[in-house]
Each structure stands twice: as structure tokens, then as C-alpha cells.
Nanobody
Framework: VQLQAFGGGLVQAGGSLRLSCAAS????????MGWFRQAPGKEREFVAALRWSRDSTYYTDSVKGRFTISRDNAKNTVYLQMNSLQPEDTAVYYCAADATDGIRRYADSYYYSARSYDFWGQGTEVTVSS
């Protein structure tokens, strides 16, 4: 199983980027998928997640209203549209997938926790200049 994240880059504050994460080796159409990020010198933090049904999305407070997570199950791909980017969004962004069947809906805290995800991409770097 591989998760391939791409779409990062250098952008000015106020700009936009769209990250993609393509999964291969198995389908994740019934599984939660998420994005995390790690800024230099900081711990990895939750950014956004999406249940398989796409009716439940989760965001950390700092990105609400600016970032949108979505998925295309036919392509086994999850996206993170990032608008109004700020220098504090600078980080390496990692996509993640939960191996657990997503039919059951868990408490919100489940989707925020990195420990809930079993597969991780290699990360794509986002740099926002001021």
C-alpha cells in the first residue's frame, strides 16, 4: 500500500494550493482519510479528515473556512484545497488513511488523532512566504 502526496510548493501569503494524495495497493473508498502537517521544530498536527461517506469532515480550527478536504473514491484520491494561505501554514503535509472499515462513525476525536491512521504518505512541502 502506498500513499503518494503531491502538489506542495512555494506560494505567497493569500495564495492557494491544492494537495493530492493518491492511494495504490488497496482501495480506501470505505475508509477515513486525513491530512496532517509538521512545521519545522514542531510536532505533527492534525489538519483535516473526511469519512468515507464524505458527509463528515473535520478541520483544525486554524484552517476552518480556508481549507477544504474532498475525495474521489473512483480515483482512490483525497484532496486538500488550501486558500488564503498564511506563513504559519508552512509545513510538510502528510496524507493518511485509516485501515478500519469506515461504516461505523466514531467520536470526532478519533479522526483528529494520528494514531487512528495506519498508512501514511511521504509528505509534500508547503512554503508560504509573507
Amino acid at each position: 500500500v502506498q500513499l503518494q502526496a503531491f502538489g506542495g510548493g512555494l506560494v505567497q501569503a493569500g495564495g492557494s494550493l491544492r494537495l493530492s494524495c493518491a492511494a495504490s495497493g488497496r482501495t480506501f473508498s470505505r475508509n477515513a482519510m486525513g491530512w496532517f502537517r509538521q512545521a519545522p521544530g514542531k510536532e505533527r498536527e492534525f489538519v483535516a479528515a473526511l469519512r468515507w461517506s464524505r458527509d463528515s469532515t473535520y478541520y483544525t480550527d486554524s484552517v476552518k473556512g480556508r481549507f477544504t478536504i474532498s475525495r474521489d473514491n473512483a480515483k482512490n484520491t483525497v484532496y486538500l484545497q488550501m486558500n488564503s494561505l498564511q506563513p504559519e501554514d508552512t509545513a510538510v503535509y502528510y496524507c493518511a488513511a485509516d485501515a478500519t472499515d469506515g461504516i461505523r462513525r466514531y467520536a470526532d476525536s478519533y479522526y483528529y488523532s494520528a494514531r487512528s491512521y495506519d498508512f501514511w504518505g511521504q509528505g509534500t512541502e508547503v512554503t508560504v512566504s509573507s
